[in-house]
C-alpha cells in the first residue's frame, strides 16, 4: 500500500493514527501537525480551509498516496477545497455522524467539538440525510481540546473537566456522544470509564480506520514521519502521551 497522510492542527489527529496503525500495522503513516497555528477553532472558516489545502499539497508532494484530514474542524471548513486535490482526501465528519445515528436509541446524540464544527452542523445534516428523528446536540469544548495538545490526558484537572462534559450529555437526555474533536477522542476511555454502559460513545477513528482497511492493505511493520509547523520537542512530549514511547524525532516544516 502506498502512504497514508494525516493532517491536523496539532497532536490529535494522532487518535485516527493510532486506530489506522492498529487496523493496518504495515501502513507506512506520514502525519503533519499544524502546530504553529493550533488551535483551528476559533479561526474564521475561510482561514482553516486555506490551512487545510497547504496541508493536503505538503502531504501530497512529500509522498502520501491518500490524505486524511484528520480534524473535524479542518473537514468541516477544508475538505471540500481540498478534495480538489490531485490525491484522494478523506475527512472525518461522516465515520461520526453516521456511527452515532447507527448507535442512538432515544434519537438524542450530543457532539462535542469545537465551535466551528458545532457552527458548521454538518453533523446534523449528514444525521438528517439518514434518519431525520434523530437530534444531535453540539456542545463546544476548547478546554478539553487545549489539554490534550498539551499532553495533559491524566490528572484531576482532566477528570474534572471530562466529569462536566459528562454531565451536560445526561443533562442534554442523550443516549450517544460523538468525541467530534479527533483531540477530545484522545480522552475516549475516560469518556467511557465516567459515562458507563447507558450512553455509546462514538470515535469517528475506529470507523475512519475500517473505511480505509478496506481500500488498503499491508505487510510488516509499517513506517512513521512526524512533521509539524511549529516546536518539535512540544509536540513530541504530548505525542508521546497520546501514542506511547518510540516515535521518531518531528521534524519542523513550513507550509506558506
Known sequence: MGTVGLFDSGVGGLTVAR???RRLPGADLLYLGDTARFPYGPRPA???????????????????????????????AGLPEAAGASVPVWGVVKAGALPAVRATRNGRVLLLATQLTVDSGAHARLAAEVNPRVVIVGRSAPDLVRLVEEGRLAGEA???????????????????????????????????????????????????????????????????????????????????????????????????
Do not use: Y
Open 19 to 21: 486506530a489506522i496503525r
Open 46 to 76: 475561510a482561514q482553516v480551509e486555506e490551512f487545510t489545502r497547504q496541508g493536503v499539497t505538503f502531504l501530497h508532494a512529500a509522498g502520501a498516496s491518500r490524505v486524511v484530514v484528520a480534524c473535524n474542524t479542518a473537514t468541516v
Open 158 to 256: 482532566t477528570r474534572e473537566a471530562v466529569r462536566a462534559h459528562a454531565r451536560a450529555v445526561r443533562e442534554a437526555g442523550a443516549d450517544t456522544l460523538i468525541l467530534g474533536s479527533t483531540h477530545i477522542a484522545a480522552l475516549d476511555e475516560l469518556f467511557r470509564e465516567i459515562l458507563g454502559e447507558t450512553v455509546t460513545v462514538v470515535d469517528p477513528a475506529t470507523e475512519l480506520a475500517e473505511r480505509l482497511a478496506r481500500v488498503e492493505s499491508g505487510e510488516g511493520a509499517g513506517s512513521w514521519r512526524l512533521c509539524v509547523t511549529g516546536e518539535p520537542m512540544a509536540f513530541r512530549r504530548a505525542a508521546e502521551a497520546v501514542l506511547g514511547q518510540g516515535l521518531p524525532p518531528p521534524e519542523r516544516v513550513r507550509l506558506e
